[in-house]
C-alpha cells in the first residue's frame, strides 16, 4: 500500500502535522520489565495508564490492528514576543504550556487525519491515542522513525529537536513501515548533568517524581528541595531541553495564538486572582488544566525564588488567612526565605558600603 501511504503522508503535511512515521502494531514486549519496576518503585509520575498489558499490546486496544501512525507536531520554545516591562516580577509557564492545550491541538489534528483517510479507503478502523492513552508514545515514536528517545527521555528528531508533541492512530491498515532513525545521544550527558533534581538514570529512564515538571503540577506540599529549584518558573522544567545540543538553534512556528502576558504572569496581581477571574484569563492555555491553587502556591514559592521584598504584605495576608492551608505554608515559607535572605545580605551591604569589599 505504497500509495496510501504516499497520499497519508501528503494529507498530514496540508494540515500541519510536523512529522508522520508509520510502524507495525506488533507488541512492546521490551518495555514490561521497565514500566512494572516504575510502578512498583513508585518512581512513574501517576499520569500514566494503569493497565501494562494494554501499554505493550496494541491489539489489546484494536484487535485487528495491523499499523500505527505516529504523529509528531512541533512547537515553540521561544515566545513571539516578551511581555511589557512590569513594576512586578514574573513567572513563567514553560514552552509546551503555552497557547491552548496541545491535546486539543493533536486530537484535533488526529481527527482530520482519520476523516481525511477514510475517505480514501473502506473499512479503515482506527483508534487515536494523545499522551495520557495507553501506548508510551515515545516507544511508538521511535520505532515509526519520528526520532530517537534520548537520555532525557524525550524523542528527538533532527528536524524540531526534542519540542514536538506525540500522538498516534492504531489502525488497521496494512502499511509499509519506517525504520528508526540512525542518530541518537552518543557520549553526551548534558540532560543528566544539568537535571537540577538529579531525576534522569542516565538510560533514558527517569523517577518522573523528583521531574521539576511533576512537582509544580502536583497538589497540596511540596519539599522544600523542589521549591527552591523551581525558580521563576510557575509550571513545568525545560532544562533538559535547553541544554540539548539537538535544540540549539530550533524554534518552530506556533499552532496556536500564544500571549506573552500570560506566559509569564506578573506574579503578585496573579495569585491575587479569583477562581472566576482565573477561568476568564487562564482557563484555555494548557498549563491551567492543573487549576488556580496549585499554580498560585508555585507563585508564591517563585516570588521567594526572586526574593520579592515588594511582595511582603500579599505574602502576609496570605499567611495570616487559615482558609488554605497549602497558601497559607507556602506563604510563612517564602516570607522566612526573604527574612532570612535580608539577614544574609545585611553584613555584606554594610562592608561594601565601607569599602571593605571591592
Ligand atoms: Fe530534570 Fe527538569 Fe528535565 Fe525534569 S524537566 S528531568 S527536572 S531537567
Ligand atoms: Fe542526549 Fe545529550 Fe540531548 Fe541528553 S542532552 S538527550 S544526552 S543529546
Not at 504523529?71 to 511581555?83: D, E, R, T, W
Not at 538514570?201 to 527517569?206: P, Y
Request: with cysteine; glycine share 6%.
Amino acid at each position: 500500500m505504497t500509495d496510501l501511504k504516499q497520499q497519508i503522508i501528503a494529507i498530514a503535511k496540508e494540515i500541519g502535522i510536523s512529522k508522520i512515521g508509520f510502524t507495525t502494531a506488533d507488541n512492546f514486549d521490551y518495555l514490561k520489565k521497565t514500566l512494572t519496576r516504575a510502578q512498583e518503585a513508585g518512581t512513574n509520575s501517576g499520569f500514566e495508564h494503569k493497565n501494562i498489558e494494554e501499554r505493550v499490546d496494541p491489539k489489546l486496544l484494536l484487535a485487528n490492528a495491523k499499523t500505527i501512525i505516529a504523529i509528531a507536531v512541533a512547537y515553540p520554545n521561544k515566545l513571539p514576543q516578551m511581555p511589557e516591562k512590569s513594576a512586578y516580577k514574573r513567572g513563567k509557564f514553560s514552552p509546551s504550556s503555552w497557547g491552548i492545550d496541545y491535546h486539543d491541538i493533536l486530537a484535533g489534528k488526529m481527527s482530520l487525519l482519520a476523516q481525511r483517510i477514510s475517505e480514501l479507503t473502506d473499512e479503515f478502523d482506527h483508534k487515536a491515542m494523545v499522551d495520557t492513552g495507553a501506548l508510551v508514545d515515545t516507544a511508538v515514536a521511535r520505532r515509526a522513525g519520528i526520532g530517537f528517545i534520548g537520555k532525557s527521555g524525550l524523542v528527538i528528531s533532527k528536524e524540531f529537536g526534542s519540542y514536538m508533541f506525540l500522538g498516534e492512530l492504531i489502525t488497521n491498515l496494512d502499511i509499509e513501515p519506517d525504520s528508526p532513525v540512525d542518530y541518537g545521544c552518543g557520549d553526551c550527558e548534558r540532560c543528566v548533568t544539568f537535571c537540577p533534581t538529579d531525576a534522569l538514570n542516565g538510560d533514558t529512564t527517569m523517577n518522573a517524581k523528583r521531574c521539576l515538571s511533576f512537582q509544580t503540577q502536583k497538589t497540596g506540599y511540596i519539599d522544600e528541595e523542589f521549591r527552591i529549584k523551581t525558580k521563576s518558573v510557575l509550571y513545568g522544567c525545560d532544562i533538559c531541553q535547553i541544554v540539548c545540543p539537538y535544540n540549539k538553534g530550533i524554534n518552530s512556528e506556533p499552532q496556536t495564538s500564544i500571549d506573552p502576558e500570560l506566559s509569564y504572569p506578573e506574579l503578585q496581581p496573579f495569585i491575587k486572582l479569583t477562581n472566576k477571574e482565573f477561568k476568564e484569563k487562564f482557563g484555555e492555555i494548557a498549563g491551567s488544566w492543573r487549576g488556580k491553587n496549585v499554580l498560585q502556591r508555585n507563585a508564591i514559592f517563585v516570588l521567594a525564588n526572586l526574593n520579592d521584598k515588594t511582595a511582603i504584605p500579599l505574602l502576609e495576608e496570605i499567611a495570616a488567612n487559615p482558609q488554605n492551608a497549602v497558601h497559607q505554608e507556602a506563604a510563612q515559607w517564602a516570607l522566612d526565605k526573604l527574612k532570612r535572605t535580608s539577614q544574609h545580605n545585611r553584613p555584606l551591604k554594610k562592608n561594601r558600603e565601607r569599602g571593605k569589599i571591592k
